[in-house]
């Protein structure tokens, strides 16, 4: 969360102590407690229950065999793309019933690359999977999310289709798939083609990493920690970890010369950040935060005993930039670089800083890719070199916090802006 001054904090304090945890009812409210549509339709149907009471008791003592019990979601999907590998359509399709045998037949020489448990509940479990396969004989590659329910106790692929994980947000909000899905895939293909022509042309500029200085700022201290998650853990924490890796990343990527600003938390000016950045001769600064809302959206629970402040209403991750950073242009180019693979990698914007209320009501310069403009942010108007900030997620949101505490997913997002500083590099050199 971006604060500008110590005052701001109390006066964000002393509302949040105060609020009175009003919901924007136009918002979407999560509710990761709500069971799935097709569970609460079993229950409540009233047909299902006369069509139980119309069969004939002949067929109650002796019922079908059911698939076989599985409590191992990770399992349950290697089951799923073993019985396609081995042309068992019909197993394939009791794990996943919105399946078709048309699309099993297709699909051939399935090798799971990755597949990782990103949260398990009672009724749900997201899992991170990576995997090659051919399709017409064509080479593919998926990496997306699987989404699975617990049906009775047999774990369900919930996916009807797996390019409706073209984004997160609709996986977690369990929207159908809209027109703006279409778009992004149709952009997606297009950034896809401009790989490939700049892989096979020889005028590809190149990236000379070791040379190229990038500039990590490690977002509030230890002191002054920025906002709080929902579980109570201090903003400044995460921004460490995530920058931390960031800079890890990038050195084995062959970025020798990148480095952290402000790895011991002390407080330290803004102005100070962007000083250390230019005497080290940074070509970028990008500044890492989480992120959290205006506190008429915070509510409070409990957890581990004690009151927090949480707000499920957004998530998402958000870029900044300044039009007052001396190199304004490379700026906004590296916020669509960012932003661009932030899309790539199934990542979704949050939209709620751009909403017409005191402490938001920023420009949003680019819906698809959640790029913000914000002239009087410290960091990035005195930044000598291009520069961006990027709210990495709500950790006020219950859900967000727990990805974004996720070794995986914080993986998945340290990637993200390497692909970015790569291009940057490359196109800046
Ligand atoms: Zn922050």
Same mark, same amino acid.
């Given at each position: 969360m971006i604060i500008h001054s110590k005052i701001h904090i109390f006066f964000v304090v002393a509302t949040i102590l105060l609020s009175s945890c009003r919901i924007n009812s136009d918002e979407p409210v999560i509710n990761f407690d709500k069971p799935s549509h097709s569970i609460v339709t079993q229950l409540e149907t009233p047909h299902s229950i006369v069509t139980q009471l119309e069969t004939p008791v002949t067929q109650l003592e002796t019922p079908k065999p059911l698939p076989s019990v599985n409590n191992d979601p990770i399992q349950v999907v290697r089951n799923f793309y073993q019985a396609i590998n081995n042309k068992n359509c019909d197993k394939a399709l009791e794990i996943r019933p919105n399946y078709s045998k048309a699309a099993c037949h297709k699909v051939h020489n399935i090798v799971i690359k990755k597949l990782e448990l990103i949260e398990e509940t009672a009724q749900e479990a997201t899992l991170l999977l990576d995997l090659n396969y051919e399709k017409n004989k064509k080479p593919k590659y998926f990496s997306g999310l699987v989404i699975l329910f617990k049906e009775g106790n047999h774990w369900i +692929?919930?996916?009807? &289709? $797996?390019r409706s994980i073209q984004t997160l947000e609709q996986v977690l909000l369990n929207k159908p798939i809209d027109d703006s899905v279409e778009t992004n895939s149709k952009e997606k293909k297009v950034e896809i083609n401009s790989k490939e022509d700049e892989t096979t042309q020889s005028t590809v500029p190149l990236c000379t990493k070791e040379s190229f200085v990038v500039a990590i700022d490690i977002g509030h201290s230890i002191r002054r920690f920025g906002t709080t998650s929902a579980k109570g853990i201090g903003e400044f924490y995460f921004n460490k970890n995530l920058a931390k890796m960031l800079w890890k990343s990038l050195f084995q990527a062959g970025f020798t010369q990148?480095? !952290?600003i402000n790895e011991k938390g002390a407080n330290i000016t803004l102005k100070k950040r962007t000083a250390i950045a230019k005497r080290k001769n940074a070509d970028l600064f990008i500044a890492i935060h989480h992120d959290s809302v205006q506190p008429r959206y915070l509510s409070s629970w409990r957890y #581990? /005993? #004690? #009151? =927090? @402040? %949480? &707000?499920? *209403? @957004?998530? /998402? %991750?958000? +870029?900044? %930039?300044?039009?007052?950073? =001396?190199? *304004?242009?490379? &700026? !906004?180019? $590296?916020?669509?670089l960012l932003g661009a693979e932030m899309r790539h990698n199934l990542f979704v914007p949050t939209l709620h800083h751009a909403e017409k209320i005191k402490g938001e009501n920023r420009e949003l310069v680019n819906k698809d890719k959640g790029i913000y403009r914000f002239d009087n942010l410290v960091v990035l108007k005195t930044a000598t070199m291009p520069a961006v900030l990027l709210e990495a997620g709500l950790i006020v949101n219950r859900k967000e916090e727990n990805l974004l505490s996720n070794p995986t997913y914080q993986k998945k997002l340290v990637l993200s802006v390497i692909a970015a500083i790569e291009k940057a590099c490359r196109f800046w050199n």
């Amino acid at each position: 969360m971006i604060i500008h001054s110590k005052i701001h904090i109390f006066f964000v304090v002393a509302t949040i102590l105060l609020s009175s945890c009003r919901i924007n009812s136009d918002e979407p409210v999560i509710n990761f407690d709500k069971p799935s549509h097709s569970i609460v339709t079993q229950l409540e149907t009233p047909h299902s229950i006369v069509t139980q009471l119309e069969t004939p008791v002949t067929q109650l003592e002796t019922p079908k065999p059911l698939p076989s019990v599985n409590n191992d979601p990770i399992q349950v999907v290697r089951n799923f793309y073993q019985a396609i590998n081995n042309k068992n359509c019909d197993k394939a399709l009791e794990i996943r019933p919105n399946y078709s045998k048309a699309a099993c037949h297709k699909v051939h020489n399935i090798v799971i690359k990755k597949l990782e448990l990103i949260e398990e509940t009672a009724q749900e479990a997201t899992l991170l999977l990576d995997l090659n396969y051919e399709k017409n004989k064509k080479p593919k590659y998926f990496s997306g999310l699987v989404i699975l329910f617990k049906e009775g106790n047999h774990w369900i +692929i919930k996916n009807k &289709s $797996f390019r409706s994980i073209q984004t997160l947000e609709q996986v977690l909000l369990n929207k159908p798939i809209d027109d703006s899905v279409e778009t992004n895939s149709k952009e997606k293909k297009v950034e896809i083609n401009s790989k490939e022509d700049e892989t096979t042309q020889s005028t590809v500029p190149l990236c000379t990493k070791e040379s190229f200085v990038v500039a990590i700022d490690i977002g509030h201290s230890i002191r002054r920690f920025g906002t709080t998650s929902a579980k109570g853990i201090g903003e400044f924490y995460f921004n460490k970890n995530l920058a931390k890796m960031l800079w890890k990343s990038l050195f084995q990527a062959g970025f020798t010369q990148a480095f !952290l600003i402000n790895e011991k938390g002390a407080n330290i000016t803004l102005k100070k950040r962007t000083a250390i950045a230019k005497r080290k001769n940074a070509d970028l600064f990008i500044a890492i935060h989480h992120d959290s809302v205006q506190p008429r959206y915070l509510s409070s629970w409990r957890y #581990k /005993g #004690k #009151k =927090r @402040f %949480y &707000s499920d *209403v @957004f998530q /998402g %991750y958000s +870029i900044f %930039y300044s039009e007052k950073n =001396r190199q *304004v242009q490379r &700026s !906004l180019s $590296f916020a669509n670089l960012l932003g661009a693979e932030m899309r790539h990698n199934l990542f979704v914007p949050t939209l709620h800083h751009a909403e017409k209320i005191k402490g938001e009501n920023r420009e949003l310069v680019n819906k698809d890719k959640g790029i913000y403009r914000f002239d009087n942010l410290v960091v990035l108007k005195t930044a000598t070199m291009p520069a961006v900030l990027l709210e990495a997620g709500l950790i006020v949101n219950r859900k967000e916090e727990n990805l974004l505490s996720n070794p995986t997913y914080q993986k998945k997002l340290v990637l993200s802006v390497i692909a970015a500083i790569e291009k940057a590099c490359r196109f800046w050199n």
